[in-house]
């Protein structure tokens, strides 16, 4: 089975712009969990999307938002772009989700907000 | 709160030493506790996961313990190599929320 795949895997953008990443979880995962990970506050949950309803929320501003489409492929957008949302975004499937199973992570995009 | 505390943040160790590499988290509610490794830029890998019911799991040269009541985990990692050396991450997940809450990783370096 193919892995997690994320799209792009490198991205700089500029202040103010807003991003969109994309997510494709392993065949047969319903579940997408996003990650931020950064040097100062390390891994950070965002959000989990399960048959594309949001199940979980982490502790991030309403500039963070996502979807998820029927064929299980998620999205992640950051609208109004801060210097301070230079991160690694890592998503994370899982058969059913809730967080009681083994996630599989992506490689990851690293974005670079100048 | 739930927090979760790694230590050491760095270790550096000869090759064929086995080691141990600890987790510690506030709030004894969790499901389970999971161990990832980190190899530079790149995502996770999951090593092992504990349900919460359990005490120990082990897959080859690694086994990790689980201990709710004192809020404790350890991976203790056996005749280490140098393709071991990466960052060592634990993540528990809340009983409040099914968040994953994770610790800020244990950084290897194992020589040859």
């Known amino acids: 089975k193919a892995g997690v795949t994320q799209t792009p895997r490198y991205l700089i953008k500029t202040r103010g712009q807003q991003v969109t990443l994309s997510c494709s979880p392993i065949?047969?995962?319903?579940?997408v969990s996003w990650y931020q990970q950064t040097p100062g506050q390390g891994l950070q949950f965002l959000f989990e999307y399960f048959s594309e309803t949001q199940r979980n929320k982490g502790n991030f501003p309403g500039r963070f938002s996502g979807r998820q489409f029927s064929n299980s492929r998620s999205e992640m957008n950051v609208s109004t772009l801060e210097l301070g949302d230079s991160a690694l975004y890592l998503c994370?499937?899982?058969?059913?989700?809730?967080?009681?199973?083994?996630?599989?992570f992506g490689p990851g995009t690293r974005l670079l907000v100048l | 709160k739930q927090e979760v505390t790694q230590i050491p943040a760095a270790l550096s160790v000869p090759e064929g030493e086995n080691l141990v590499l600890n987790c510690s988290f506030t709030d004894s509610a969790i499901y389970n506790l999971q161990w990832f490794r980190q190899d530079p830029g790149k995502g996770l890998t999951s090593l092992l996961l504990?349900?919460?019911?359990?005490r120990e799991q082990t897959s080859g040269r690694l086994n990790a313990s689980l201990d709710k009541s004192s809020g404790r985990s350890t991976l203790y990692i056996a005749a280490s190599q140098p393709g071991d050396s990466a960052t060592y991450l634990c993540?528990?997940?809340?009983?409040?929320?099914?968040?994953?809450?994770f610790g800020a990783g244990t950084r290897l370096f194992v020589k040859a």
């Open positions: 993540a528990v997940v809340h009983t409040g929320g099914f968040k994953t809450i």
């Open positions: 994370a499937s899982s058969l059913v989700g809730g967080n009681q199973e083994t996630q599989y």
């Open positions: 504990i349900q919460s019911s359990q």
């Open positions: 065949s047969g995962h319903r579940s």
